[in-house]
């Protein structure tokens, strides 16, 4: 089963940039899509982006977009959020999931295991 570590959050003012990373353990991390979400305090988790196992293909949450870009390293098995024009409201707890095969759902539920997660705090 992958394991899943993040790193790179931290405290940014807004308007400035933060470069999320997640390493995972195991072979087959080619064969999963990989996500990231979010919790802000009092919040759900929720959706952030995705990309599909080659990478070819990516997905973003509307309020993201534009902003944020998923990418990743299959030959390291990484996967990283680059995260510009931050905004207070981008302060949350981020994550990253595994989903066995093609993306299929952007929800949080059809997604697993999870990292730790990693604290991203924008301040005004």
């Known amino acids: 089963q992958v394991q899943l570590v993040e790193s790179g959050g931290g405290l940014v003012q807004a308007g400035g940039s933060l470069r999320l990373s997640c390493a995972a353990s195991g072979r087959t991390f080619s064969s999963y899509a990989m996500g990231w979400f979010r919790q802000a305090p009092g919040k759900e988790r929720e959706f952030v982006a995705a990309i599909s196992r080659s990478g070819g293909h990516t997905y973003y949450a509307d309020s993201v977009k534009g902003r944020f870009t998923i990418s990743r390293d299959n030959a390291k098995n990484t996967v990283a959020l680059e995260m510009n024009s931050l905004k207070p409201e981008d302060t949350a707890v981020y994550y990253c999931?595994?989903?066995?095969?093609?993306?299929?759902?952007?929800?949080?539920?059809?997604?697993?295991?999870w990292g730790q997660g990693t604290q991203v705090t924008v301040s005004s």
């Open positions: 999931a595994t989903r066995l095969g093609v993306v299929g759902s952007l929800h949080p539920a059809d997604f697993g295991p």
